[in-house]
């Protein structure tokens, strides 16, 4: 088939597996479905509910009319299982003017988690930096649209941080995160995106903070005994603010400056608290911080936990762990329960920053701080 404006000039490029083509009508069937689909309608400015006629008129007018203007949409196929070319999406190109432009990309749900959109982009990106002759492509997305995210990152985007109310979408303006690749960028990820493994001990298991996790984050961060000593926590703690808690935990990861795991108990998968890795330098060090849900006190997870990561952290990277030469951690003094899991997975006591912690109630008290060291730490068995 050939595209529907014959003026238009679409050329073809393909990586031997996955194809870049002008849309046709035989793209609306594709079309349709991946405007319709719930990812799609959270995430792009497609119309809400996605019609046909929408499909029709994005393959037949849309795309023809954004080429003439300088917006470079291509349609992405690949084959199926028995080897027959399918449609798996649009990328696209937005020309800015100065050698620059926006890229725009979204997968039909067949083709998501199968690797083709991040093949179509590499192919995209190529012919807009040779072609086209770009310094500069800028990427846009919604805040947390991880999907989009980790695609702009293995191609090599920067992350520069967060623009409040900023991209339009059905009348309303969203938070928007922004990067950008240079034409002599790598195209391959700028650093690590950190995935927390799942660990399991005698008494509780380690696993990644999930989404479902934020009303028993909730009640253990609003509990009077958590609170008394974290005392930058919001109070009361609601639901949301677990919420926006777990969203900091993903940007950590996204970014390499922490990892973060929740704890159960085995047999169970319900959160009964958190450990931390913050401040994170890879290859280096980071500082471990925890909380427990006021029901799993006084049994000795925290303290196992504790043991668990710093396993995992100081561990070198050959056999599976983090490779990080130093941990350090710090509890504000009287905080028992707190001081007890860092003696007892021998941290060494390094210091007393006078009155540099404040409790819920205002009194400001000493924080101790303590470290260990790779070596020592594989030492002591």
Do not use: K
Request: proline share 5%.
């Amino acid at each position: 088939m050939t595209p529907d404006r014959a003026d238009v000039h679409v050329p073809v490029l393909t990586d031997g597996v996955v194809t870049l083509r002008a849309h046709h009508r035989g793209d609306v069937d594709g079309v349709e479905e991946q405007g319709s689909d719930p990812v799609s309608q959270r995430w792009t400015t497609v119309p809400v509910p996605y019609s046909r006629a929408d499909a029709e008129r994005f393959v037949t007018e849309v795309v023809p009319e954004g080429w003439s203007r300088g917006g470079w949409a291509f349609a992405v196929e690949a084959p199926d299982a028995e080897g027959r070319p399918r449609f798996c999406g649009t990328v696209e190109l937005r020309d800015e003017g100065n050698r620059r432009a926006e890229v725009a990309y979204g997968a039909h749900p067949w083709a998501r988690g199968r690797g083709i959109l991040l093949r179509a982009l590499h192919l995209l990106l190529e012919w807009g930096f040779t072609e086209q002759r770009l310094r500069t492509v800028i990427w846009w997305a919604n805040t947390g649209n991880w999907a989009s995210r980790r695609v702009a990152w293995r191609l090599g985007f920067s992350c520069d941080g967060t623009l409040e109310r900023w991209l339009p979408q059905r009348g309303d303006l969203l938070d928007a995160w922004v990067g950008v690749l240079h034409v002599d960028g790598a195209r391959a990820p700028r650093h690590d995106w950190l995935e927390p493994p799942s660990l399991v001990g005698e008494g509780v298991a380690l696993r990644p903070l999930r989404d479902e996790d934020a009303a028993r984050v909730a009640e253990a961060c609003d509990d009077a005994l958590t609170a008394r000593w974290l005392d930058g926590l919001p109070s009361p703690y609601t639901v949301q603010d677990a919420h926006a808690y777990l969203q900091h935990t993903r940007e950590q990861h996204a970014s390499a400056t922490g990892m973060h795991w929740a704890l159960v108990e085995p047999g169970s998968d319900e959160l009964v608290g958190c450990i931390s890795l913050t401040s994170l330098v890879p290859g280096r060090e980071a500082e471990v911080g925890y909380w427990l849900h006021p029901r799993a006190r006084g049994r000795g997870l925290m303290t196992e936990a504790c043991g668990m990561v710093a396993r995992q952290s100081l561990a070198g990277r050959d056999v599976g762990g983090l490779g990080l030469h130093r941990l350090t951690v710090a509890a504000a003094e009287g905080n028992a329960g707190s001081l007890r899991v860092i003696e007892a997975n021998g941290f060494t006591l390094v210091g007393r920053e006078r009155q540099a912690l404040r409790l819920r109630d205002g009194r400001p008290v000493d924080a101790l701080r303590y470290d260990v060291l790779a070596d020592e730490y594989a030492a002591s068995g």
